[in-house]
C-alpha cells in the first residue's frame, strides 16, 4: 500500500499585540516543522527521475493565523512504529512456537501415517487391486494438488508443509490486525481517511481456499484455533453457497441394456439442501454429482470401451441440478431410480463437499471396474469415516448395486425412496385397464387389445412435474427391484450330470450378473446378463472307448452374454436383442461321429418377446411369464471342427415361466443352419441343420443358494454324445 504524503503547516502571522515574541516563535515553528518533516515520506511530487524537484513544496502562509498546528508529532510516529514492530515481533514469536508445538504433536500422534490425512491425499493403504495402486505413491500426478514436491510420495512432507502454511497464514492474519488497529487516522479538517488494511487483498490461492478440507481435518486433530486463520475465498464461498449441502443420498439407476455403458446401473451423489430436505420433491433445490467418464465421443463403441477398462481416458466429476439428471434416468432411459439417504452427520457432509472442491478439477484415469461411479461414493465417505474401510471390501470390482447391499450392511441408509420410470407408471395404468376388463368378465379383441397397448406407450404420464422440477406423488406399489434384495454377484457352481455315456463334474465360475433362471427379486424384470464366467468339466472316461473325451476340459469360458427383454405388449418402447462373445464347446456336424470341440463364439440376435400373465397387484411389474423369438446369426472358429469355422444363421425360441417365488423353468429350441464351406469329402457336410432343445429349472433354497436341473439334447444324428444332463448346487457370496 503506498503511503500518502503527509505535511505539517506552521502559522508566523506577526500580531501588534505580541510583536517582540513572534521572530523567536517564527524561527521555532521553522525548525520544529524542518524536523517532523525529516521523518516523513518524499511527497511524491518531489520525486522525479531519481532526483528531487528543483523547487520545495512546502511553503509558509505569512497570513495565516497565529498558530501552529499538526497532525500528528514526530514522537508520536516513532513510538507507534516501534509499538507496532514490538507487537508484531512478539506475534510472530507466538507463531513460531505454535508451530512448533503443532510439529510435535503431529509427530507424537503420527498424523503423516493417518487414515483420513493419507486418503485426503489419494493414497491408498488398505487397498489390492487389479491396477496396481502404489501404497506409498498418491495416484495424483498434479504437482498443484501438494505444497510439498516431495507430497506425491511422502505424507510426511505434505502435512509439514501444511503446518507451515497456515503458520504463516496465522501470522498474516496477525499482521493485519495489527496494521488495522494501528493504522493512522490522518484529519483534514472534519474529514477522517481510515487507513485500515482490507482483508480482501488476502490472496484467493492461500491454503485456506485451496484446501479447505486438509485444513478442517488438521485443525480439528490439533486443536486450533481456526478464528484465527482468515482469508476471503469467494470462489469457494460462492461454490458452497450454491450447493448449499445439508444432506448427501446415494442414488442408484437400475441396470439398462439398450445402453451398452449402463448395463451395470450407475450410482451418483443426491446433494440437498435444506428446501429439498424439508421436502424432497422440491428437487430443483438438490444437485448431483456425478463421476463419469471423460472419454472421447468420436471414438467406436469397443475402443470407447476398452479405454474405459484400460484407464486410458480421465475420469470426470460433474455437479450439475439434480432434476437435469433424474430426467435422463426417468424419461430418457425409462429407468427406476432408488434413492437412499446416508447416515452422516452435517459436518462430514460438509467435509465431503470441502474435499470434493479440493479434487473437482482433477484428471485421474477412469477403470470401468475399479475406479468409476461406484467407488468414488465408497472414497468419499471413507474420507469422513476411516474406521469403516469401505472402498477395500470390494478390491478387484466395484458394482454399483454391491455399493448399495455394502453400504446397507454398514449401517449406513438411513431410509430409501423409489422413483418410477415413465415406462413403469404406463405399465401400471395398462395393468389397471386389465384388471378392470377382468373384473367385468369382459375379454377384449386382439385389436384393442393392441390399441390399448400403442395408447398406454404413447400416454405421457411421469413422476416429474411438465416443467421437470419437481416430483410427483404416484399410487403405485413399489417394483420387486430394490437392489438391497439381490442375491449376491457373485456365484460358485458344482454340478454332477451325465453327457452321453460318460459322467462328469463341472466346477464353475462366476463373476457376475444374472440369468432369467436366477433369483429375480432385486433386478429389473427379465434381466439377463452374464460376464466373466468360466467351467471345467472333470470327466470320468473309459479310455478302452473310441472318441472318449479327455479328463479334464474347459466346458466354457464367457466374456458377456445377454439378452434385453422389451416385450412388444408392454409399455416399453425398446426391443429385443441379445449378444454373446465366448469359447465354448459344441457339436460338429459335418462328419459322422463327430465329437465336442472348444471353439471361439460370437453371436448376435433380434427379434420379439412377449409378456402373459396376471402381474403383482397395483405394480407398474409386467406380467411375470415370458416368451420369445429371436433371428440369430453367430460365427464360430477353432482347429477342432471342419475347415476350422463355421457361420450359421436360424431361429431360437423359448419361454420362462415364474412356478413360484422360488421355482422357475425355462425351455428354449434352437434351430440354427451351419455352412462350413464346400468339400470334396463325400463323408463331410458343408452345410446342415443342428437343432438343439434345452430345459432349465431353478429352486431357490435362499437368497444366497439354489439347485438347478439343466438338460440339452442335440437332434443331429451325426453327433457322437446327443443329450447332457445336470444336477448343479448353485452358491451367490
Not at 573 to 592: C, F, L, M, P, Y
Not at 682 to 691: A, D, E, I, L, T
Amino acid at each position: 500500500m503506498a503511503t500518502k504524503p503527509m505535511s505539517l503547516s506552521v502559522d508566523c502571522t506577526l500580531t501588534i499585540t505580541c510583536q517582540r515574541a513572534c521572530l523567536p516563535l517564527a524561527i521555532a515553528g521553522l525548525l520544529f516543522s524542518g524536523q517532523a518533516q525529516a521523518f516523513l515520506p518524499t511527497p511524491d511530487s518531489l520525486v522525479t527521475t531519481g532526483e528531487l524537484a528543483s523547487e520545495p513544496q512546502a511553503t509558509i502562509d505569512s497570513n495565516a493565523a497565529h498558530t501552529v498546528a499538526y497532525n500528528m508529532p514526530h514522537d508520536g510516529v516513532a513510538e507507534e512504529t516501534n509499538s507496532t514492530q514490538r507487537m508484531q515481533g512478539a506475534q510472530d514469536s507466538s507463531v513460531q512456537s505454535l508451530l512448533a508445538t503443532w510439529r510435535t504433536q503431529a509427530k507424537t500422534e503420527n498424523l503423516a501415517q493417518h487414515t483420513t490425512w493419507r486418503r485426503l491425499l489419494y493414497f491408498f493403504d488398505d487397498q489390492k487391486n487389479l491396477i496396481g495402486k502404489k501404497k506409498n505413491t498418491s495416484m495424483v500426478d498434479d504437482a498443484d494438488f501438494f505444497l510439498s514436491e516431495n507430497g506425491r510420495s511422502d505424507s510426511g512432507a505434505e502435512l509439514d508443509a501444511l503446518l507451515i502454511a497456515l503458520a504463516d497464514e496465522m501470522q498474516a492474519t496477525n499482521n493485519h490486525k495489527t496494521v488495522n488497529k494501528n493504522s493512522a487516522q490522518i484529519t483534514d479538517g472534519n474529514s477522517v481517511s481510515n487507513r485500515a488494511v482490507d482483508s480482501s487483498s488476502v490472496d484467493s490461492n492461500s491454503v485456506l481456499c485451496r484446501f479447505p478440507a486438509r485444513v478442517q481435518w488438521l485443525t480439528d486433530t490439533l486443536n486450533i484455533d481456526d478464528t484465527v486463520l482468515q482469508a476471503d475465498c469467494p470462489e469457494l464461498d460462492k461454490w458452497m453457497q450454491t450447493i448449499a449441502p445439508e444432506q448427501l443420498s446415494l442414488m442408484f439407476a437400475q441396470e439398462y441394456l439398450d445402453n451398452p455403458l449402463s448395463a451395470f446401473a450407475h450410482t451418483l451423489l443426491r446433494i440437498d439442501s435444506k428446501e429439498s430436505v424439508a421436502d424432497p420433491s422440491q428437487i430443483h433445490y438438490a444437485h448431483a454429482l456425478n463421476y463419469t467418464v471423460d472419454g472421447n465421443p468420436e471414438d467406436s463403441f469397443p475402443i470407447y470401451s476398452v479405454k474405459s477398462m484400460i484407464g486410458a481416458y480421465d475420469s470426470l466429476i460433474e455437479i450439475d441440478p439434480y432434476p437435469q439428471k433424474l430426467v435422463n434416468y426417468l424419461q430418457g432411459d425409462e429407468r427406476d431410480t432408488w434413492t437412499y439417504q446416508l447416515d452422516l452427520t452435517p459436518s462430514e457432509v460438509q467435509q465431503i463437499m470441502l474435499h470434493v472442491w479440493e479434487t473437482k478439477d482433477l484428471k485421474l484415469p477412469y477403470y470401468f471396474t475399479t475406479d468409476n461411479c461406484a467407488s468414488e461414493v465408497l472414497r468419499l465417505i471413507d474420507v469422513v469415516r476411516p474406521q469403516q474401510h469401505l472402498l477395500s471390501r470390494l478390491p478387484y470390482a466395484v458394482i454399483p448395486s454391491d455399493v448399495v447391499q455394502l453400504l446397507n450392511n454398514e449401517g449406513l441408509l438411513a431410509s430409501s425412496i423409489y422413483t418410477p420410470a415413465d415406462s413403469t407408471l404406463r405399465q401400471s395404468q395398462l395393468n389397471k385397464m386389465k384388471q378392470q376388463r377382468e373384473q367385468l368378465g369382459y375379454q377384449s379383441s386382439a385389436t384393442q387389445t393392441i390399441d390399448e397397448i400403442k395408447s398406454a406407450q404413447l400416454n405421457d404420464v411421469s413422476s416429474m412435474s411438465a416443467d421437470k422440477q419437481t416430483l410427483l406423488p404416484t399410487s403405485i406399489v413399489v417394483s420387486d427391484n430394490n437392489p438391497i434384495d439381490r442375491h449376491p454377484l457373485t456365484l460358485g457352481s458344482i454340478g454332477i450330470g451325465q453327457r452321453g455315456d460318460n459322467n462328469y463334474i463341472d466346477l464353475g465360475l462366476r463373476a457376475g450378473f444374472h440369468d432369467t433362471l436366477d433369483r429375480s427379486s432385486g433386478y429389473p424384470q427379465f434381466f439377463n446378463l452374464e460376464g466373466i464366467a468360466a467351467t471345467l468339466r472333470l470327466y470320468d472316461t473309459d479310455n478302452d472307448k473310441a472318441n472318449q473325451p479327455k479328463n479334464v476340459v474347459l466346458q466354457n469360458a464367457t466374456l458377456i452374454r445377454g439378452r434385453s427383454f422389451n416385450p412388444v405388449n408392454s409399455a416399453k418402447k425398446g426391443k429385443t436383442w441379445g449378444a454373446s462373445i465366448e469359447a465354448t464347446r459344441v457339436n460338429d456336424g459335418s462328419q459322422k461321429d463327430g465329437t465336442d470341440h472348444l471353439v471361439g463364439s460370437v453371436g448376435y440376435e433380434t427379434g420379439w418377446s412377449w409378456a402373459f400373465g396376471t402381474p403383482n397387484t397395483d405394480t407398474g411389474e409386467m406380467p411375470p411369464q415370458l416368451c420369445y423369438t429371436l433371428l440369430s446369426g453367430t460365427t464360430q472358429a477353432g482347429r477342432g471342427i471342419n475347415k476350422g469355422f463355421r457361420v450359421g444363421a436360424g431361429v431360437n425360441a423359448g419361454c420362462r415361466y415364474q412356478i413360484n417365488n422360488q421355482l422357475r423353468a425355462q425351455a428354449e429350441l434352437q434351430l440354427p443352419y451351419w455352412y462350413h464351406g464346400s468339400s470334396d469329402e463325400s463323408n463331410v457336410r458343408g452345410h446342415y441343420w443342428q437343432p438343439i432343445s434345452t430345459l432349465g429349472l431353478q429352486y431357490d433354497i435362499d437368497k444366497k443358494q439354489a439347485l438347478r436341473i439343466n438338460a440339452n439334447y442335440d437332434w443331429q444324428d451325426r453327433v457322437d454324445s446327443n443329450e447332457d444332463v445336470q444336477l448343479s448346487y448353485r452358491r451367490y457370496f
